[in-house]
């Protein structure tokens, strides 16, 4: 996924250099770096304190998902640093920028952290370890050779000297940037790769960590604010007299199709707005709800056009010419991140800068949007990036929360004012999982084997309407088939089928979508193993027989199900009125594969009770937080599966908080057993691809349990009593 | 002028009495580790402790709070149970984004001094605060290893 903030592409100038090789930059003194560590730097990536205190830069951001600690694990690695002392900063976009990119993609999104700038920032520290080394070297007079290094400490064998990195930082720092730089053997690792505790924790268990919602200023003002919640629609009048009045109101800012209330504390300002009268035109969309979205989707499932995403043979004669043709259709609703901390973002601006301190996934999409929102040159803006109470892809999709911020506080000059969006806000303008629905056609011979398949999908492309230079010439959104592409690194089918076309007819309600944890992969891979799980009822075969029949070429993909199947037991009677259910998927780079235990009640009661789930990623930088990643990516994905959906009434958002959005909670969380299984030679995701095999593994295991198919997300519309 | 007894100290507080106890808090206190999640008691991301009894205090106004009751917060806590807990969380690593821990934490402490040693069933039946990273079977086994310290 590249989650890019359309006004982002300003960036894009000079990028080459970045993505394509490794720059070493020093430290201009004197310079901009407010965020940053005043200790010259061994180089971009690396400051030693004098007392050997490491400081790591980081340049994406840590939002619960483990990149912060498993890229200063790297960087430390090659660095050969002692990990006791490693902390980490973050540099601002702004920073960035004058270095021309030295920190590379700041981008958080997609699964990509590690996997995209791994080779970058391991060189980073390996560059900084030889600088080190040699400016120790020269300070001996020896040769750099006969060096050793060990957890931050260089030894010089034949004269038993020693100096700690702390001692020659500031001489490194001076030397030139070596040219050649090579990589440890990933096997070699003793940092890396290693189940580490992550940095950072403490704050979280006492109260003490900083969110973004916590900062404060001197002087600082607070605002709520109430955008228009029916899509496409216009404020027709505000009444705000009764509001003004209101203690601690300071200021009523209306823009756009807001209202914005500023007072001197947050629960004051949207007490005030809730006091604001305001009356919409409801525009052409005032009366789109879900069933008109659902009823054009549907016509997309038969339309002639469509995108064509993997197509090989001739997949419509031979589901004609089939002894046994299947058919079924499914569908997946909007889905809302629903992250706990609501966006926000704190603003000072004044005619010569802007500055806005923000939890952001993407914060040089946040200076892009900052630049445009204070009317200054991305120079005189600059984003200090908090820490994020999730971002599930919520806050790379749109910096919307740091445009209404910067464009408030104008009103204000020279004043900080945070925003806080309400629960209800967060709500009513997220960027919401698209919505699709998907026919899926096979053909069976006599034998049972699959000789066509069509998987026509019908719906909302992400790019479509935020990102529309991602589109490809003929309009078509090639992240609508991840997981689904004839091959790549990044998402391939994993079957072969000899007749197969995927599609897409893009259809796409007035609804701003986003990028969803796991984003497309996620309905495919529901519709795909789903159907794939169909087929070979209808065939009589067993589902993990008659996957392996069509996975013989493609032994990554097979080595995950095998995985899941061997552990927990498939083939093997399971407990008394427990079923099971199997998924695979390909995406991010990572191959995922699950196996569900489900039990329903005669009351049609489901329980997910255990889910084993497999993952090679490549390269595995930390077990301990990838296994955290698969449990919570289950927890995310089931609570969608099971119990979510976002729908639309009036041209509105009718969900407003965690009452009617549930959030899967502590009791219907499923064991969860995780085998990681890193194959080497590449490195995949793991924030996000676990999640796609999540609810297909569970609706198999439905299959089983009640000879019930659910075809219609969330489940609990469907009930589940036997037949 | 309402009077709050939190974490063993009297603040005077220049509020309206429908105020949250929660943006009380968090607002005229500075007390940032009790969180703003949902507003309507929902998630427990606002847990406080008041008479030692768990309360959601987003929607908890002050005016329901007398100066006489001891309100405690995240920041606050110092029991033997909490800072098993804590210790548990860091040994498991349990935190991801952690915006929620403040009040899991609560919560635990709450489930413990009335369950010592529950089942995973009680775990399950008591914790019903939210977590969107999904970090509930650490969560599960925190509270199990911290009820083991407690007991060793």
New interface residues.
Partial sequence: MNAIDFSRRQFLVGTGTVAGGFTLAFNIMGNEALALSATPEVNAWVVIKPDDTVIIRIARVE????TLTGLAQLVSEELEADWSKVTTEYPTPGENLARKRVWGNFQTAGSQGIRQSADYVRKGGAAARMMLMQAAANQWKVPVEELTVSKGVITHEKTKRKLSYGKVAAAAAKLEAPKDVALKDPKSWTIAGKPL??LN???????????S??H?MPGML?AAIRDCPIFGGKIKSVDSSKAEKM?GVKKIVRFDQAVAVVAD????AK?ALEAVKIEYDGGEHANLDSKAIAATLRAGLDAPEAFVGNSNGDAHSAIVGAVKKVEAVYSVPYQNH?????MNATAVWTPEKCEVWTATQNAEAALATASKAAGLPLDKCDIYRM??????GRRATSQDFVAQAITIAKELPGTPVKL?W??EEDMAHGCYHPITQCKMTGGLDADGNLVGLHMRISGQSIQATIRPEGLEPNGRDPFTFQGLNAGGAEGAFGYTIPNLLIDHAMRNPPVRPGFWRGVNNNQNAIYLESFIDELAHEAGKDPLEFRRALMKNHPKHLAVLNAVAEKAGWGTPAPAGVYRGLAQHMGYGSYVAACAEVSVSDKGELKVLRIVAATDCGHAVNP??ID?QI??????GLGAALMQEITVKDGRIEQE???TYP?????D?P??ETIIMPSGGFWGGVGEPTIFVAAPAVLNAIYAATGKRVRNLPIKNTDLRKA | MIKLNINGKVHSLN??PD??LL?AI???I???????????A??G?CSVEIDGQVVRSCSMPVSAVTEKQKIV???GMTSKITAAL?KA??DL??????????GQ?MAATALLKTIPNPTDAE???E??????????????AGIKQAASALRA
């Fill in positions: 939002m619960g998902q483990g505790h992550r924790q403490v704050g979280k268990t006492n109260g003490k960590q900083i969110y919602i916590d404060t607070n203690p504390t947050w629960w004051r007490t629903a992250t706990m901390e609501p820490d994020l109470g999730g971002g599930f806080i309400s629960r301990h937080q955290g449990a919570g990516s289950f927890a995310y908080n965690f009452d959030i899967l909670r502590m009791e969380m064991k969860v | 509020v309206e105020t949250p943006w968090r607002e005229q500075g007390l940032t580790g009790t969180k703003y999640g949902c507003g309507v929902q998630c991301a917060t995240i920041e804590q969380w860091l690593d349990v935190p991801q984004c952690g915006y929620c821990q403040s934490l775990i399950k039946r914790m019903s605060n939210i977590c969107r990273c999904g970090t509930y079977n650490r969560i599960s």
